[in-house]
């Protein structure tokens, strides 16, 4: 059984301008420790499907099943229980932050939702999350606004984390930090897939990151999925017109195994 099902989903957003069909009938599915990479153009419906797949937002049609469970025929309640196992991470990590919120806080906070443990134990599960995502006890105490865009976009990965989830949909994780940061963030994503058993679902525009980063690939344009397969036979060999012209329009930058492939510390950053 697939890990993530999506069957004929749809989601029009309804404007003065008319309507937007911004996911228009896409069926895939994910299994266990699969990372499926997003990819399309700005405006091809990426971040709607994000949201659709975790009941962020509301589809017109069609069924999300998530383990099993049919994610739309949940109650409210049921579905701020489920929630704790299905996370997001956001492109922009301080407009995802409360900045009046210390970082410890911020990290807490789901964890709280979900009713998980005391004081006691969210407080060194807190800890222990910040640390694996590479920062140290120091942060536990400052605001966002003190934290770098690399730091930040640590501590959004460790606020999703923290409840520890299964699914985890990266919705441009990267795409607002600057290329080394980039790269060490994406280390860290990537060891925390192996040591937990990840599944991720990673929207970008880039795809030399997806290349290197995702085992699948769907390929996104005018809200639907126009090809998807293994990354390697997609990225290689695409079919659909559209993910050729995508392919030759991405003019490579600096190879990213040049910025990869290189030290891998402990990433802890103080
Ligand atoms: N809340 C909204 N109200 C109206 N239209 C919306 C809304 N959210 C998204 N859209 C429209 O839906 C379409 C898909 O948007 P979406 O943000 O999902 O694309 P995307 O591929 O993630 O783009 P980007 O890479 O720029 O984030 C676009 O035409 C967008 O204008």
Redesign the pocket.
Known sequence: MPLLELVDVTKI?R?PHGE?R?VDGITLSVEAGETLGVI?E????????GRLILRLAEPDSGSVVIEGQDVLALGRGELRRKRRHWQIVFQEPFASLNPRLTIRQIVEEPLIVARMGDRAERRLRVLATLEEVGLSADFMDRRPANLSGGQQQRVGIARALVTNPSLVVLD?PTSSLDLTIRASILRTLARLRASRGLTYVF?S?DIETVRHFCSTVAV?HR?KIVETGPTRDVLMAPQHPYTQSLISAALPVVPYSAVVGSTNSRGQIS
């Open positions: 957003f404007t937007a911004a399309g700005s405006g091809s419906g990426k971040s709607t499907l441009e929207i525009h996104m809200g």
